[in-house]
């Protein structure tokens, strides 16, 4: 028996390269300070960039309610051949959307981390 993915596949032509840069550094040393006493000390440096897609390919940059689509024109022309009671075709408004990273949007899908320049461990 198949199941539904094995009979309904869609073939994607492109890739898609998401990439979160980030960096750290820590630093630790011990000091004995006498034969009883030893004091641990370390210190961490992260620096996180943000998920990014690598083409500006990804969507991203939240939602855009006042955006026009490609598509509104077509939906108001379909919408009026057959218009519900309610809604006259006239009233109908069909706006916003979602917009593709580093187009009107920004160029991450994140800022990253809130920065800390130093924290201790």
Known sequence: MYSFYEKHKMDT??????VNPFTAAY???DLRLTNRLR???????EREGGARER??????GGYYPG?????S???KAAYARNPIAELAAAQLQVLGGVRYLGKDAPE???NGATARP???C
Do not use: H, K, W
């Open 73 to 75: 024109e077509l939906a």
């Open 108 to 110: 991450r899908l994140s």
């Open 13 to 18: 032509n492109d890739s898609y390269f998401l």
């Open 67 to 71: 955006d026009v689509l490609p598509i």
């Open 118 to 120: 130093l924290t201790p």
């Open 27 to 29: 630093i630790q040393d």
């Open 55 to 60: 083409f500006n390919r990804g969507l991203g």
């Open 39 to 45: 004091l641990n000390l370390g210190l961490r440096l």
